[in-house]
């Protein structure tokens, strides 16, 4: 079975949600009723974790395809042995080749990296 098509998203209204179009995937855990009873507080803390938990997991969710794809061509790029890569002779960068690939997958790695750390 396959998971739910991204994109997700962190719910507009419930932040504790997290949504794809029109179902809800989870729901990360919000502060008990003991707990607001206890401390408004730590019920404030407990709700902001909640919505942080949530909104982490569709930021890596909605990075993984980008990172994988980055990985993949990073080893197709440096490893003449992987799936995909280029003959022997482009690994031999003394002559200029394979050299682009190589600076092309560094290039899409960073983006990939930066695009799923970024603060949302």
């Not at 990360?28 to 404030?44: E, G, I, L, M």
């Not at 794809?69 to 042995?81: H, I, R, T, V």
């Amino acid at each position: 079975m396959k998971h739910t098509p991204t994109p997700w998203e962190q719910g507009m209204i419930d932040p504790w949600y997290v949504t794809s179009k029109d179902r809800t995937i989870c729901i990360t855990t919000r502060a008990p009723n003991s707990v607001f009873a206890k401390s408004a507080n730590a019920a404030n803390a407990w709700d902001r974790e909640a919505k942080a938990n949530a909104a982490f997991i569709v930021q890596a969710v909605n990075s993984h395809d980008e990172l994988m794809a980055s990985l993949n061509l990073m080893m197709q790029a440096f490893d003449p042995d992987w799936p995909g890569s280029c003959h022997q002779d482009c690994f031999d960068v003394s002559d200029g080749h394979g050299y682009e690939m190589q600076e092309a997958a560094k290039d899409q790695a960073k983006a990939a990296i930066i695009n799923a750390t970024k603060e949302k």
